[in-house]
């Protein structure tokens, strides 16, 4: 079976803590690991940030920045309280096909939990 090729978007959403950062740093870390994900994209505020086509590269970022990034109680890449509904999963869809974006991470407590649910389910 052929896996994948394509970027990776990672993005946060909820509060700003440490913890989420982790998470963040942990996804740039271990996507770099695969040849088929071929860059790395972190959008800004959440789901937000696909939606508006907000974001950063992170392939290149060092991994002395990355774990800076992870040890601040923050929200490196911005966050969002957003929840997606059918119009709004629509238009994450409709960016990811624009940027080939096959594989998204989205860091952070219950509600990104659930929105994660939210895009699965659509």
Avoid at 40 to 55: T, Y
Avoid at 67 to 79: C, E, I, K
């Amino acid at each position: 079976m052929s896996r994948l090729r394509g970027r990776v978007v990672i993005a946060q959403g909820g509060g700003p803590t440490a913890v989420i950062n982790q998470s963040l740093v942990g996804a740039v870390l271990e996507s770099r690991k695969f040849p088929e994900m071929t860059d790395v994209w972190g959008a800004l505020h959440g789901v937000r940030g696909i939606v508006n086509e907000d974001f950063i590269d992170l392939t290149e970022c060092t991994t002395q920045n990355l774990l800076d990034v992870g040890a601040t109680p923050s929200s490196g890449l911005l966050s969002t309280r957003d929840k997606p509904d059918a119009d709004y999963c629509k238009k994450i869809f409709e960016t990811c096909r624009a940027h080939d974006v096959r594989y998204f991470f989205y860091c952070g407590g219950n509600d990104s939990a659930d929105s994660c649910r939210i895009v699965y389910e659509e």
